[in-house]
Every structure is written in C-alpha cells, then in structure tokens.
C-alpha cells in the first residue's frame, strides 16, 4: 500500500474545516430554502466521510495485529508504507470514534426526553387548531413537530405582542413545521457532533431555517416590516427560553435575529439565474471529501484481498 490511501483518508478530516467560513456566506448569498438544503446534505456528507475514514484507519490498525489479522484470514501481511503511522493513526481514531459515539448517544437521550416532555405538555393543553396555548409567565412559542403538528405558545409570549405580530409569529412556526425544518436542525446537530469544525455549520444550519421562516411568513402576512417586527419584540421577550425545549424544535426567537430582521427589511432578492459561485464550493467540498473516502476506503479492501491471497499483490 503506498502512502496515497493514508492521505487520502486523511482529506475528509481536513475539508470540515475549511466550509465553516462557506456556510456563513452561503446563508447571506443563496435563497434561504436552497442554503439550508445544501448546508445539510454537505455537512451530512462531510460528517459520514470524516467517520468512515477513521473506521478506515481503525480497520488498517487492527488488521496489523495477528489476533485480529487470523481473524480476517490474512495469509500474508497487510502492507503498508506508513507502518510508524498506523499504529498512533488507528488510536487516535479509536478515540475520536469513542467520543462521538458517546456524544451521540447522549444527544440522541437528551434530545428524545425533551421532545417528549414537550409533547406531554402539549398535550395536557386543549389546542385551538394547531396552536396549544400554555398558561407560563416565561415568553416562549415554538414549532412542535409530530402527529399532529402543533405550535406552542405561552400566555406571556402572547401578552407580549399585538394581534398583527402574533398572526406573523404564528406564521412563522407554521411555516417551520410545513417545511420540516426539524429534520434539517436534527441532521445538523448530529453532522455537527461527528466533527467539531461543522459545528459552526450548524448554527449556520438554524440561521438558514429561520429565514425560510422568516419569508414564507412575510409572504403569508403580506408585510415585510410587520414580520420584522413581530420577530424582533418575540425575541426580545423570549431570549432566556432557548434552553426550555428541544434543540432541534424551530423557534422564532432563535439565531441571530439583527441578521434576520435586517433581511426582512431589505428589498427580497430577485431569484438568479446562475448558480452563485459560493454553492459550488460548497458541493466541491463535499464531492471531494466523499470521493476521497470512498477510493482511501476501496483501496484498503483491495490490499485487504491481497493479503488474504483473493487478488494478486
């Protein structure tokens, strides 16, 4: 094995960390609905690259013991160039698998007891429609997801905001739930539990949610600055309640609401013709880093059949 599999494998741990800096400027250059598509897939695929290169590693590492070489049916060794680096490499992967395992499971536990503590209470409300009104002195609204869909809203929230800018906020978490913008932050927060340099992605992710939201409930209400400001007065009483619900329930309050209530004011953009240059970067990246790990993973298990005697050295 030369040392090309070794850095190829490597590259899909190395490209992550150049598409935060993208991430941010594809949410301010490309439609909001297109941004959070690209965003996800992207940091889906970097994240599954990044994971299947360090089982990569792990593989090459375990293999080069004889325990675990009689086990594969190794009749010869497994060759490599970069013996001194197989050893630290698949130790280093072991470790990093151990972590996000670990992370994952705790975010999954965490994430699920949330979910349902918010759906019991839901559902100990009568809805009016989809809207559960929950009688709470802390400002709060957010999209629930699930069967049926619902919108919670706490009396303060309410209280907080005049009949025309409820109308916008209740637009805007429909809008979340219609677009299922509960699957895109849950992809992201699991991509970004994968590898710690698409955690930015992640926010960038949220950011992108709430400006589709933010325009589809603009187009609902007819009214750009009512919208606007209905965002603007919702965040403002609802700032401390981000930590009271799910992370990947959709809220009007959440990201950085300057950033939305400045789009909202400004002209909405005509739609481009062209593919803007900072989506091709991004789906470069994410090409690369997969086309990376799917050859860096097909060339181990060409020299794994070497060794095993099924194909000639």
Not at 93 to 119: D, E, H, I, N, P
Request: with cysteine; proline share 8%.
């Amino acid at each position: 094995m030369t040392l090309l599999p070794a850095l190829l494998l490597l590259l899909p741990l190395a490209v992550p960390c150049v598409v935060p800096p993208l991430a941010r400027r594809a949410v301010d250059r490309l439609a909001p609905a297109a941004a959070l598509w690209l965003l996800v897939v992207g940091a889906v695929v970097l994240a599954g690259s990044s994971l299947a290169a360090l089982g990569a590693f792990v593989l090459v590492g375990l293999l080069k013991m004889p325990f675990f070489a009689a086990l594969g049916e190794l009749i010869h060794p497994l060759r490599t160039t970069w013996d001194a680096f197989v050893v630290p490499a698949a130790a280093t992967s072991v470790g990093a698998l151990a972590v996000c395992g670990w992370a994952l499971a705790r975010s999954v536990l965490r994430q699920t007891r949330a979910f349902r503590a918010a759906r019991t209470e839901a559902g100990h409300r009568p809805p009016a429609g989809d809207l559960c009104v929950v009688d709470s002195a802390r400002p709060d609204a957010y999209a629930l997801p699930g069967r049926p869909h619902r919108i919670v809203v706490t009396t303060a929230m309410l209280r907080s905001l005049d009949p025309g800018e409820r109308e916008a906020l209740f637009a805007h978490e429909r809008a979340h739930n219609a677009g299922g913008h509960h699957y895109f932050l849950a992809a992201a927060e699991l991509a970004a539990l994968c590898h710690p340099a698409l955690r930015p992605v992640r926010e960038a992710v949220r950011l992108a949610a709430e400006r589709a939201a933010d325009e589809a409930a603009a187009t609902v209400v007819g009214d750009r600055r009512l919208t606007a400001r209905a965002i603007a007065r919702a965040a403002l009483a609802g700032h401390a309640a981000e930590g009271a619900r799910p992370g990947f329930v959709a809220a009007a309050t959440s990201g950085p609401v300057p950033r939305r209530v400045t789009a909202l004011l400004a002209a909405p953009r005509a739609p481009r013709r062209a593919v803007p240059g900072i989506a091709v970067l991004l789906a470069a990246c994410t090409v690369l880093s997969f086309g990376a790990s799917a050859t860096g993973m097909i060339e181990v298990h060409h020299r794994v059949e070497v060794a095993q005697g099924d194909e000639p050295g």
